[in-house]
Nanobody, 123 residues
Framework: QVHLAESGGGSVQSGGSLTLSCATS????????LGWFRQALGKEREEVAT???????TYADSVEGRFTISQDDAKKTLYLQMNSLKPEDTAIYYC?????????????????WGQGTQVTVSS
């Protein structure tokens, strides 16, 4: 069982920045995918950014160039640096982890989830 605990959410004005952190129980990042997802009120949960076991990162088009996903293996912590925030970034942000299938270079679809942290961006 993977344990994930997000922190760093809050309220910020449009154009501001926030950094989310996720403390994990994962000891070997190379065999896992880690990601940030978000769910706005009344909308489906969507993928924001992921980092695969081989180190490759992907981003949603809506956050490309504004958000940066990173990990600190020694601290077992995943981060999401969010800059130039917009009101449409308002959502609950979830940290997630799943096994990385290195032979096919994809992430398992069975994600484990944190409890989420609220991010609110006001105009």
């Amino acid at each position: 069982q993977v344990h994930l605990a997000e922190s760093g959410g809050g309220s910020v004005q449009s154009g501001g920045s926030l950094t989310l952190s996720c403390a994990t129980s994962i000891s070997t990042y190379s065999t896992n995918c880690l990601g940030w997802f978000r769910q706005a009120l009344g909308k489906e949960r969507e993928e924001v950014a992921t980092i695969r076991g081989d180190g490759r990162s992907t981003y949603a088009d809506s956050v490309e160039g504004r958000f940066t996903i990173s990990q600190d293996d020694a601290k077992k912590t995943l981060y999401l640096q969010m800059n130039s925030l917009k009101p449409e970034d308002t959502a609950i942000y979830y940290c997630a982890a799943t096994p990385y299938w290195s032979y096919s270079r994809i992430c398992s679809p069975s994600w484990n989830w944190g409890q989420g942290t609220q991010v609110t961006v006001s105009s």
